[in-house]
């Protein structure tokens, strides 16, 4: 049967209907209850199909092997970037110290990373440069796996399947994030949701590049450097004290895992670098 210019629009329009409702269906958050039995929207509810099933895995050995291979990629590309900026940084180092005139672009780029590693700098000059350096460095690869299993539960953490979250960071900002159910009474954080893998790694990275908390994790590195030895993560790790609530028994926690868990890590323990 013709149905004619007429019927043939109203059909084109009931299928775009049809189809934003079967979007609707699909993308809807599905709402859970915190202790108070207020609603809360699972805000990356999405990335559950993102993320693999890790728990899913029988054999255990897999399960690892897998969980490591699903975030290597995100914490090279990060180390490939800081690389990136540590090389600049090196350069305008050297430029100083030939007295060679920086450009407008090369002051600005500085200015740019001592914002990201919310580092104070007023004059471009050796002394500053130094300090920007100890902050801009990268992160040996093993470390970030281990930490990243041990805080996600190899992968199995409701934050870490519904806000990308492998590494246990908090916000404090109301609706920043998902609420833990465990919060106690009077407590204000949440559990921080980040869009992608690649934010998740990137935001913890910087967090221990930048945050006063983790000072000495920076400073075993500086003198790693100094004495031209790898950044290797079983010396690093102790730098993590103030990661966890449980400081030392933490850092033994983590210093077992990277032992036991030596062979699905590539040798990545630690990271050799010309910069």
Request: one cysteine or more; proline letters at 3%; hydrophobic letters at 45%.
């Amino acid at each position: 049967m013709r149905t004619g210019r007429l019927g043939s629009s109203i059909l084109a329009m009931a299928v775009v209907i049809l189809a934003v409702l079967a979007l609707r269906v699909i993308f809807i958050p599905i709402a859970e209850q915190n202790d108070s039995g207020t609603p809360l929207v699972q805000k990356n509810r999405l990335g559950v199909n993102l993320i693999p099933d890790f728990s899913a895995f029988d054999d255990v050995s897999a399960k690892k092997q897998a969980f490591f291979d699903f975030l290597r990629p995100a914490v090279k590309k990060q180390n490939r970037i800081i690389t990136e900026e540590r090389r600049f940084l090196l350069q305008v180092q050297s430029h100083l110290k030939n007295n060679v005139v920086l450009d407008d672009a090369d002051v600005y780029r500085v200015h740019k990373l001592a914002d990201k590693y919310e580092y104070a700098i007023r004059t471009i000059d050796a002394a500053s440069l130094r300090s920007l350096l100890r902050r801009v460095d990268v992160i040996p690869e093993s470390m970030v796996l281990i930490q990243a299993a041990n805080e996600s539960g190899w992968g199995a953490s409701r934050f870490a399947k519904e806000g990308f979250n492998f590494f246990g960071q908090w916000c404090f900002k109301e609706g920043c994030g998902l609420v833990p159910q465990s919060r106690g009474q009077g407590q204000v954080h949440e559990v921080a949701v980040f869009s992608s893998v690649e934010d998740s790694v990137a935001s913890y990275m910087r967090n221990l590049n930048s945050n006063a908390a983790y000072g000495l994790f920076r400073s075993i590195r500086a003198d790693l450097r100094a004495q031209k030895e790898p950044l290797s993560a079983e010396k690093l790790v102790y730098g993590l004290v103030n990661y966890s609530e449980r400081q030392d028994a933490y850092i033994d926690e983590l210093l077992d895992m990277l032992r036991h868990n030596q062979q699905y890590l590539d040798d990545n323990n630690a990271v050799s670098s010309a910069v």
